[in-house]
């Protein structure tokens, strides 16, 4: 793995670190998929995970908020911490974790009901409001971050199938920042949508990195290049170089980031 201490610019180093991955490495049935990776996720920032398919981005995705305990066989190692405490503690609750650290799919998956009531679910489940007012507060504020309240306000009560593909994806983000997450994770979040949709999230990605962190696994070189001021490159399993996104794409140090982004391989 390269050390990329040295080419990080202060303006990189001076942000504080919301997760810190060290020596991680991830197995499925004992064939390695993620080797001895270190990488910081600066908060309040955007943080663009890139590489060939089958690299580790998703893997190593998946793990920032505990999604591969669900798959047999996998089995991950090394030292992730959330504001400096272990997230694969013991003591750890895997639940209110992922409350802290949600998740945004590449396909929109909008559940079962209606546009109020997938807003509403995660703070009902985890308690964070039992009043029908403070519901309906949570429920417009979070539709209101995601760029969805104006659309669907004279609707909440219809199906959330009953949306476009891009409001289903926001419906999706507003689903996810309802808990009041410190992270959120996205997963090629815009891989199903036309360029208008495409346009919308990534807008939507800039305003929320003011309150968020957020962590945005991406095919799209020019979509990294638009949304993030931080981008890991991923090859084979392994953390090939991090830096300041300008950095990566302009003045990358090491010869296969170069021909990735300058499209030679990939």
């Known amino acids: ?26 197995a499925y049935s004992g064939v390695l998929a993620i080797k001895d990776l270190d990488l910081d996720i600066r908060a309040k920032a955007v943080t ?6 089958g690299c580790g981005k998703t893997t190593f995705l998946r793990c920032l908020n505990r999604m591969n305990d669900v798959i047999d066989g996998c089995k991950v190692t090394g030292d992730i911490r959330l504001d400096d405490e272990d997230i694969y503690a013991p003591e750890v609750d895997v639940v209110v974790l992922r409350r802290r650290v949600g998740i945004v799919f590449q396909k929109p998956n909008p559940f079962p009901k209606s546009i109020f009531e997938n807003v509403a ?5 985890h308690g964070l409001a039992k009043a029908r007012d403070d519901i309906e507060e949570i429920v417009e504020r979070s539709l209101i971050r995601a760029g969805l309240w104006s659309e669907v306000k004279d609707r909440l009560a219809t199906p959330a199938t009953s949306l476009s593909g891009g409001q289903q994806q926001r ?8 808990v009041e997450p410190d992270v959120i994770l996205m997963d090629e979040p815009c891989s199903a949508l036309d360029p208008i949709a495409t346009a919308r999230i990534e807008d939507l990605i800039d305003e929320l990195k003011e309150n968020y962190t957020i962590v ?7 979509q990294a290049a638009r949304v993030s001021q931080h981008t890991a490159f991923f090859h084979l399993g392994e953390l090939v170089e991090q830096n300041e996104t300008k950095i990566i794409f302009t003045n990358p140090v090491d010869d296969r980031t170069r021909a990735y982004v300058t499209g030679r391989i990939g």
């Open 216 to 222: 945005i696994v991406t095919h799209s070189m020019q």
């Open 48 to 53: 663009a995970l890139i590489g060939p398919s």
């Open 1 to 26: 793995m390269i050390d990329t201490t040295m080419t990080k610019t202060p303006e990189i180093l001076d942000t504080p670190v919301k997760i810190g991955a060290r020596g991680v490495n991830v």
């Open 121 to 125: 679910y995660g703070p009902r489940i």
């Open 171 to 178: 419906l999706c983000i507003a689903r996810a920042i309802a």
